[in-house]
């Protein structure tokens, strides 16, 4: 079974910075992706970022240029640095792993942004 914990939510002023943290139970070079989606109230799951197994990264475009995603291998963690923080970013972060169409989800974060 495998595990995915989130960590480092919190509530920040508009223009602040969080680093989101997923630890996963297994080696993080077992999966095609890990990476971020975040739900707010009312609204569906999105794709926030992704890094592959190869260490190519996606963003998903409004947060291109604040986000950044990265790992480490030897923690099997993998990292959301978000920067520039804005209300619209107020969602629940959930930390994902695939192997092909299996999906691995985490329990999610809050990140709550104020104006």
């Known amino acids: 079974q495998v595990q995915l914990v989130e960590s480092g939510g919190g509530l920040v002023q508009s223009g602040g910075s969080l680093k989101l943290s997923c630890k996963v139970s297994?080696?993080?070079?077992?999966?095609?992706?890990v990476g971020w989606h975040r739900q707010a109230p009312g609204q569906t799951r999105d794709f926030v970022a992704a890094?592959?197994?190869?260490?190519?990264?996606r963003y998903e475009d409004s947060v291109k240029g604040r986000f950044t995603i990265s790992r480490d291998g030897a923690k099997n963690t993998v990292y959301l640095q978000m920067n520039d923080l804005k209300p619209e970013d107020t969602a629940v972060y959930y930390c994902?792993?695939?192997?092909?169409?299996?999906?691995?989800w985490g329990q999610g974060t809050q990140v709550t942004v104020s104006s």
């Open positions: 994902y792993s695939n192997i092909l169409s299996r999906h691995y």
């Open positions: 890094i592959n197994v190869g260490g190519v990264t």
């Open positions: 297994e080696n993080i070079f077992n999966f095609n992706n």
